[in-house]
């Protein structure tokens, strides 16, 4: 997991450590370029977690991991960061692994979502979301949601007002909007899906 120093990252390390990962909160570039698979987690503001990755020096890391082939997670902010650029500070630039944009929830809901809400899956046969079952209620905490360029990317939505997109796949990477350390045994589920691609990866040859 990348370990840039913006909130508290803990409880993500921990919940995959509970699935029975080798969760490491890491700077280090090498030990990142080794792991099975890589975590973006995330809270706070899109432009402060942006610098903070930049300064920290795990910006390239965290874009190498992407272009491996390994698996990777992105969490919440962490998820925004993927995206070329978020309303919430127009200054910034993402990290432009996901064309798109993070915009604002529209207006007619308190903002932020700070609540359990029910996912609809897009793609149900994604490996992230197999056994997640008929119901799944995950827990949110955001003002703004990511907007693909290309709306195949969107694995999973959920209703807040409107639409908002609540999780992604893009080839090897996936990410969520929703915090699945919080979201209970589904979030859990979805953690010990992701321990396991990656065991797979690894088995396969395709992670390092």
């Not at 792991?35 to 899109?46: E, H, I, K």
């Not at 939505?157 to 990410?175: H, P």
């Amino acid at each position: 997991m990348l370990d840039y120093g913006i909130g508290n990252l803990h409880s993500a390390q921990k919940a995959i450590e509970t699935m029975g990962a080798d969760a490491r909160l890491t700077t280090d570039a090498g030990l990142v370029a080794d792991a099975d698979g890589v975590v973006l987690p995330g809270v706070g503001a899109f432009g402060a977690c942006m610098n903070a990755l930049r300064s920290t020096g795990l910006e390239q890391p965290a874009l190498d991991a992407v272009a491996s082939g390994r698996p990777f997670l992105g969490i919440c902010v962490g998820m925004q960061m993927l995206f070329d650029a978020s309303e919430e500070d127009q200054s910034a630039k993402g990290l432009g692994v996901i064309a798109g944009t993070i915009r604002w929830i529209p207006p007619g809901v308190k903002r932020p979502q700070m609540q359990w809400n029910r996912l609809e899956l897009r793609l149900p046969d994604d490996p992230m979301l197999a056994e997640l079952g008929d119901d799944p209620w995950v827990y949110f905490v955001h003002s703004l949601h990511g907007v693909p360029d290309d709306p195949s990317v969107v694995a999973a939505t959920c209703e807040y007002g409107a639409t908002l997109n609540a999780a992604f796949r893009l080839d090897n990477l996936f990410a969520t909007q929703f915090h699945p350390e919080k979201s209970g045994p589904t979030g859990l589920k979805l953690l010990a899906n992701f321990v396991g691609v990656c065991t797979q990866a690894r088995v396969g040859g395709g992670a390092g």
